[in-house]
T-cell receptor
């Protein structure tokens, strides 16, 4: 069964360092998303991506964040200069049809900023 | 603005008992509603969704939910809990013209043998 895969599963980094989280969405999906979940809090929307551009982003997704689909298969989230409060589980998701369809989530990448 | 409230961050039921997980939403336009489940160390998996049509929707693993517009609710139920149902459950809403899911804070379900 096709699935969304994310790497790394866990990354520890120093404050101020750049981090890239990688995702491979399901191959025939057209809509891509990043969500995050700070420990004990709700799952929060970061950004959606369609047709090689950002379609929506939340207020969390400031200039420190960027997304890219560099090669037609990977979908990456970059945090330019990490802060302590960026520590969270980051989930990638993809969908074939957008909001009317099912979001398929990866298992998440846990980011710990020290 | 869209938002989701899940009453009860932790729910415990006995094996074989009814499961009821509550979800209320607020939406400025007709919403689409979803329940996702997260098993330990795994991603979120869709249980069921309501978009249009029949207000009682059935999902995987014997779960179902009913969209009640008058109560702005979308509670998740299962007649008989199984040990394998122990997980975190998230209600989510999206407006039918948008692309952004809003998740509730989640309800952790414990099933007692």
């Amino acid at each position: 069964e096709p699935e969304v895969t994310q790497t790394p599963s866990h990354q520890v980094t120093q404050m101020g360092q750049e981090v890239i989280l990688r995702c491979v969405p399901i191959s025939n999906h057209l809509y891509f998303y990043w969500y995050r979940q700070i420990l004990g809090q709700k799952v929060e929307f970061l950004v959606s991506f369609y047709n090689n551009e950002i379609s929506e982003k939340s207020e969390i997704f400031d200039d420190q964040f960027s997304v890219e689909r560099p090669d037609g298969s990977n979908f990456t989230l970059k945090i330019r200069s990490t802060k302590l409060e960026d520590s969270a589980m980051y989930f990638c998701a993809s969908s074939r049809t957008g909001h009317t369809g099912e979001l398929f989530f990866g298992e998440g990448s846990r980011l710990t900023v020290l | 603005a869209q938002s989701v409230t899940q009453l009860g961050s932790h729910v415990s039921v006995s094996e074989g008992a009814l499961v009821l997980l509550r979800c209320n939403y607020s939406s400025s336009v007709p919403p689409y509603l979803f329940w996702y489940v997260q098993y330990p160390n795994q991603g979120l998996q869709l249980l069921l969704k309501y978009t249009t049509g029949a207000t009682l929707v059935k999902g995987i693993n014997g779960f179902e939910a009913e969209f009640k517009k008058s109560e702005t609710s979308f509670h998740l139920t299962k007649p008989s809990a199984h040990m394998s149902d122990a997980a975190e459950y998230f209600c989510a809403v999206i407006k039918n013209t948008g692309n952004q899911f809003y998740f509730g804070t989640g309800t952790s379900l414990t099933v007692i043998p």
